[in-house]
């Protein structure tokens, strides 16, 4: 199957700090990108959709000047969480489409920020 | 209320041992369901994909059903492994008219025993 990446696996950061994770995938061209959060025993948040060469489209109540979205190129999204606070502590897991809605999507390893 | 509701909530079984979760949803416009497994602390791994006309799909020990007229799946583990340990979400998707929407189960944790 599809393989998508994501780096850093886990990062730890001083509050106050941005942080920058990428998500890469490998082996075909995305249309779209996703960016999640999930909480300890929680299910999967989708926090914005993002399609390649324009605006990130942002789920309500996720502030768009803090989770800064750039999708550069058909291979390559990045989500920057700007002045992290500890409450930004959680796991963020990215996931990449070939045909949007049908063939379904393909998800990162997820990178476990941690915020202190 | 979510639109994807999973039962059990978590569930003990022994190595060996066959299990049933299931998954109800009110999502519409229905395009497809899936399943994935999300062992702790990585990605969700897709197991199967149905659409408004498959009923059984099956990936190894894994079979998956799907009942769009009661809007209700199953995921069957055959013969569980110590590896089996995960938790397992159901996912289904809606089309609308240039967009499509992802509702996310809360998920299921499967812990298998020796």
């Known amino acids: 199957g599809a393989v998508v990446s994501q780096h850093p696996s886990r990062v730890i950061c001083k509050s106050g700090t941005s942080v920058k994770i990428e998500c890469r995938s490998l082996?075909?061209?995305?249309?779209?990108m996703f960016w999640y959060r999930q909480f300890p025993k929680q299910s999967l948040m989708l926090m914005a959709t993002?399609?390649?060469?324009?605006?990130?489209?942002?789920e309500q109540g996720v502030e768009k000047d803090k989770f800064l979205i750039n999708h550069a190129s058909l291979t390559l999204s990045t989500l920057t969480v700007t002045s992290a606070h500890p409450e930004d502590s959680s796991f963020y897991i990215c996931?990449?489409?070939?045909?949007?809605?049908?063939?379904?999507?393909?998800f990162g390893p997820g990178t476990r920020l941690t915020v202190l | 209320k979510n639109q994807v509701e999973q039962s059990p909530q978590s569930l003990i079984i022994l190595e060996g041992k066959n299990c049933t979760l299931q998954?109800?949803?009110?999502?519409?416009?229905?395009?497809?369901l899936r399943w994935y497994k999300q062992d702790t602390g990585r990605g969700p791994v897709s197991l199967t994909i149905m659409t408004f006309s498959e009923n059984t799909k099956s990936n190894g020990r894994y079979t998956a059903t799907l009942d769009a007229d009661t809007k209700q799946s199953s995921l069957h583990i055959t013969a569980s492994q110590l590896s089996d340990s995960a938790s397992y979400i159901c996912v289904v998707s809606a089309y609308g008219s240039n967009d499509y929407k992802l509702s996310f189960g809360a998920g299921t944790t499967v812990t298998v025993r020796a």
């Open positions: 993002s399609n390649e060469g324009s605006k990130a489209t942002y």
């Open positions: 082996d075909f061209q995305a249309t779209t």
């Open positions: 998954c109800n949803y009110t999502v519409s416009p229905f395009s497809n």
């Open positions: 996931s990449a489409s070939l045909l949007r809605g049908a063939a379904g999507e393909f």
